[in-house]
């Protein structure tokens, strides 16, 4: 798949007075859930470009974008709970819409990106 790199930025509302460490790590704590999601969401994102482009760019009279998912779904894993809507793709010569994250996951050929099988 290669590399991907993130550019991350964070905000942090710091105490002007009374800062100590415990109320660093505690506030680092209570953010993590949502960096998590942000990292996760975000590569899942650019990975799903990458799979999208490489199927169009295979056959683009076949394969052509078609948004995303009306609804997300729903995760829960060791890094929290998240959302995410996935890409779809039109197949012209099926008339089927397919999500080509959802394919590379589950293909042990296309190199997994999560491993498992559906």
Known sequence: MGEITLDLRLD???PSSKLT???LVLGLKEAAPQIMETILTTLLEAIEEKAVARQVEKDPQRYCKNGHQSKPRQFSCS???FSYRFAQLKDRKTGRSLMPLVEIAFDPGAGA???GSP
């Open 79 to 81: 890094l929290g709970d």
């Open 113 to 115: 990106v999560f491993g």
């Open 12 to 14: 942090f509302k710091i």
């Open 21 to 23: 460490i415990n109320g």
